[in-house]
C-alpha cells in the first residue's frame, strides 16, 4: 500500500512539474521581432521595421546619378567579402548591436564609421576620414526626414545631396568633386549599425558608395525617430560620402592652359605670315616681266 501511494505521490508530482515546465517554456519562448503584436494585445517587443533609401552619387559638372532602388532591408550574411586570417576588419568594431537611445547616439556613430571602414578594410581600401561639414549635411537631413515623415533624397525643400553638402561650405571652388547618399532607417533588430550596415553591403548601389576608392571622406548621422511613424521608435541614417580634388593641382593646370590656347593660334599666325612672305619673295616683280619681255622681242629682230 505504501509503495502504491509512494508511486501515486510521484506521479502527481511529476505532472506538477511537467506542466510547470510548460508554462516557463510558453512564458520564456523567443518572439520573433517581425511578428506584429495580437490584436488588443500589449506590445513587449519594439516592432521590427525598416528600408533603404536609393543609392545616389554625383561628380562635378554632372546630373545625379542612381546606383540602387530603396526597399526592404536585407540583413542576411552573405559571407562573400574577402577576409583577413578568417577575420573581417568589422569584427573589431564594438556595439554593432546596440539600441538607439539618446545616449547611445554618438557611440551608434563610432560603431557605424567602424564598420564602414572596416568592409573598406578588408578589401585593401583605404579608410575614409570623418568631415564635420559633410556630417552636418547629413545630421540635418536625418532629422528633417523624421520631422517631415518622408524618405527620399530629395528634400522637402526641392533640395538634393548637392545643394544640402553645398551649404555647409564643403566644396571648393575650382575644384573637381564627387559626392553621394546611402539613407535607411529602421526599428527594433533593424535599428541597429550592425543591421543597417549589412542591409548596405547587401544592396549593389549602396555598396558601390561605401567601397568607392574614389571617396576620402564622409560624414555619418544617426538620429532616432522614423519616417514611417511618428512614434519615436528606432533610428534613421544618413551618409554622405564626399571627395574634394587637390585645389592646387587644379589651379595650377588651369593656369596652363590658357597659355596653350593662346599660343597655339600665335604660332599659326606667325608660321602663316612666313609662308605669305616667302610666296611674294617668290614671285617676279613686274618691272623684270617687262623688260624681260622686251629683250626677247629685241634679240629675234637683231636675228
Request: hydrophobic share 40%; net charge positive; with cysteine.
Amino acid at each position: 500500500m505504501g509503495r502504491v501511494v509512494s508511486t501515486a505521490v510521484a506521479a502527481v508530482i511529476g505532472a506538477l512539474a511537467l506542466a510547470g515546465c510548460g508554462a516557463t517554456t510558453a512564458a520564456t519562448a523567443p518572439v520573433r521581432l517581425s511578428a506584429p503584436p495580437a490584436a488588443g494585445a500589449p506590445s513587449a517587443v519594439e516592432p521590427t521595421a525598416g528600408r533603404l533609401g536609393d543609392a545616389t552619387v554625383i561628380r562635378a559638372g554632372g546630373r545625379p546619378r542612381e546606383l540602387s532602388l530603396g526597399g526592404r532591408l536585407d540583413v542576411r550574411r552573405r559571407g562573400d567579402a574577402p577576409r583577413r586570417d578568417g577575420v573581417g576588419a568589422g569584427a573589431a568594431c564594438p556595439n554593432p548591436d546596440l539600441a538607439p537611445s539618446a545616449e547611445s547616439l554618438p557611440v551608434m556613430l563610432e560603431a557605424t564609421l567602424c564598420l564602414l571602414n572596416g568592409e573598406r578594410a578588408d578589401r585593401g581600401l583605404a579608410p575614409l576620414a570623418p568631415n564635420d561639414r559633410l556630417a552636418a549635411a547629413a545630421t540635418a537631413y536625418a532629422r528633417d526626414l523624421v520631422a517631415g515623415s518622408y524618405f527620399s533624397h530629395t528634400g522637402r525643400d526641392g533640395s538634393g545631396v548637392l545643394e544640402r553638402v553645398e551649404r555647409t561650405g564643403y566644396l571648393t571652388r575650382d575644384a573637381g568633386w564627387m559626392l553621394g547618399e546611402n539613407l535607411a532607417w529602421g526599428t527594433g533588430g533593424l535599428a541597429t549599425p550592425g543591421s543597417i550596415m549589412q542591409a548596405w553591403m547587401n544592396s549593389p548601389g549602396h555598396r558601390d558608395n561605401i567601397l568607392n576608392p574614389g571617396f576620402r571622406e564622409v560624414g555619418i548621422a544617426v538620429v532616432t525617430g522614423n519616417p514611417a511613424a511618428a512614434d519615436g521608435l528606432g533610428a534613421t541614417y544618413a551618409t554622405e560620402f564626399g571627395a574634394i580634388e587637390d585645389v592646387e593641382r587644379v589651379a595650377a593646370a588651369k593656369r596652363r592652359s590658357p597659355a596653350r590656347r593662346v599660343s597655339k593660334p600665335r604660332k599659326r599666325a606667325r608660321r602663316h605670315v612666313k609662308a605669305r612672305s616667302a610666296r611674294r619673295s617668290a614671285r617676279p616683280r613686274r618691272g623684270d616681266e617687262r623688260h624681260g619681255t622686251v629683250g626677247r622681242v629685241e634679240a629675234r629682230i637683231a636675228i
